[in-house]
């Protein structure tokens, strides 16, 4: 799956721009503040229907406008899609794909898997469980069709039960939520297991080609205690969720923690091994969806340069390569990335909003 095309309307400082992409490497060349994150950010909105950075649309749409467009074309083997999405400043706005209007942002994400590499990227290791769960998560939407729908389904559950628990005056009042929620608490941590699994595999002969003196462990907690079952841990913490005021364990605590021996790898490991473990954790998911679904991911770069010296880059560049998928990168100086680019790359130079091909 490649993306053959991209129009942007009004997005950030790109006020209007019409491009078309390599199926391998795409290259974005400039210096700071001309709009190379912008379009990382625009390709990223089009795959998961928000920024990764800021939950605010007023902040994507240009200064003085009322909404952005993106419109995008998909190339999968000989047959192409259009979709796009518009996003006004009202807060309203649609989602098309092929010639059907009134889409959700959902199948969006089905059809264009991204994965995202930032100098903020971090957060996956340093930062609290929610991002390792965000990680997980985004595997396992790619790979079990009902996920999207059970884990909406989990996640409503537990938000009526803890305003209920509130008034609750005995746990007879929650049984019967109860009795829908735990079955639907298992499905998830067990497609999430599943998911680590065949993920684990994969990610250390990853982390091997980026980290070799390392042996990075991996260990998934699902949230409550591994030999309880949920529906009695539910009715077991009655009291003490009601104190607390919410459910305490559940599937919305799961997390993925990975060691060097018995230490965390944020403790072990400097900046720049940090970044590369990012990368091989993010390669990973690539290569697992592909195995599994014969789909293949976009990766997008940002600031391709950042924490790495110069051999790692390459080895970054060969793992990149390896995969075979279309790759964006953003890049401060074309010295940066002169040794990855081969006849098949494309490479765009930033200015103020305008984007070139060179
Ligand atoms: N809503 C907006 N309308 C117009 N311009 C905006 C808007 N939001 C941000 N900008 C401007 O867009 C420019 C591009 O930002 P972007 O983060 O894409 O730059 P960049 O090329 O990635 O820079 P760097 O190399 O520093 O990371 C910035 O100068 C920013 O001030
Ligand atoms: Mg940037």
Same mark, same amino acid.
């Given at each position: 799956m490649t993306l053959s095309r991209l129009s942007i309307h009004h997005f950030r400082n790109i006020d209007a721009s019409d491009l078309t992409f390599s199926p391998g490497f795409n290259f974005l060349v400039g210096p700071n503040g001309s709009g190379k994150t912008s379009v990382l950010e625009?390709? &990223? &909105?089009?795959?998961?229907?928000?920024?990764?950075? +800021?939950?605010?649309?007023?902040?994507?749409i240009q200064? !003085?406008?009322n909404a952005f467009i993106l419109h995008a074309r998909t190339q999968v083997c000989e047959r192409?899609?259009?979709?796009?999405? !518009?996003?006004?400043?009202?807060? +309203?706005?649609?989602?098309?794909?092929?010639?059907?209007?009134?889409?959700k942002l959902v199948q969006l994400a089905q059809i264009l898997p991204i994965q995202l590499i930032t100098p903020e990227g971090f957060d996956l290791l340093i930062g609290g469980p929610k991002y390792r769960r965000a990680f997980i998560d985004w595997g396992v939407f790619h790979v079990e069709p009902q996920f999207y729908s059970v884990w909406s389904r989990v996640k409503r559950l537990t938000k009526q039960r803890n305003a209920l628990m509130k008034t609750a005056r005995s746990y007879n009042e929650l049984r019967h939520w109860d009795a829908e929620l735990a079955p639907l608490a298992d499905q998830i941590d067990l497609w999430r297991k599943k998911y680590i699994e065949n993920l684990t595999e994969i990610a250390s002969s990853i982390c091997d080609a980026f980290l070799p003196e390392y042996e990075i462990r991996f260990s998934y907690s699902r949230g409550w205690d591994k030999d309880t079952d949920y529906a009695q841990l539910l009715a077991n913490n009655f009291l003490r969720d009601q104190q607390l005021g919410y459910t305490h364990s559940g599937p919305h605590k799961s997390d993925l923690r990975l060691r060097i021996g018995n230490t965390p790898v944020e403790d072990v490991l400097s900046r720049g091994q940090l970044k590369l473990m990012v990368c091989a954790l993010r390669l990973a998911q690539g290569q697992q969806l592909s195995e599994e679904k014969g789909k293949q991911c976009i990766y997008l770069i940002d600031d391709f340069a950042s924490e790495l010296d110069c051999q790692r880059r390459a080895i970054l560049a060969t793992q990149l390569k390896i995969t075979g998928a279309q790759v964006f990168v953003s890049a401060i100086s074309a010295d940066h990335i002169a040794e990855i680019c081969d006849e098949k790359s494309k490479m765009f130079h930033v200015e103020n909003g305008k984007i070139t091909p060179v």
């Open positions: 625009a390709i &990223y &909105y089009l795959g998961h229907g928000r920024s990764f950075r +800021t939950h605010l649309i007023s902040r994507l200064h !003085q406008e192409s899609l259009p979709f796009g999405i !518009q996003r006004n400043r009202d807060g +309203t706005g649609e989602v098309k794909i092929g010639n059907d209007t009134g889409q």
